[in-house]
């Protein structure tokens, strides 16, 4: 038997990110939402019927650049060192 009683493991609870990486990915998922919510829509109740409102500014430019930025802050918050 052995003498030395050490624990073999000792495990580190602490995160990988600190709270200010998690709150800057909640605001970049936040505007990932915001950008899905905005392309949402524009359907007719008639599918014979053409509805130009899908080719909106909201739709084509703003939503996906919306997104686009959402995933640009996701990215800046995992590189974030908030001990600087």
Known sequence: MNK??????KQDLSF???????IVMGIGLAVIALGF????????D??????PEIYNFRRIRLAPALVLIG????????LLNPQK
Request: proline share 6%.
């Open 4 to 9: 030395n009683k050490k624990p073999l493991h």
């Open 16 to 22: 990988v990110f600190e709270k200010k990486n998690y």
């Open 37 to 44: 919510i905005l392309m949402a829509g524009g359907g007719s």
């Open 46 to 51: 008639d599918p014979n019927v053409f509805n």
């Open 71 to 78: 995933f640009a802050i996701e990215i800046y918050a995992i």
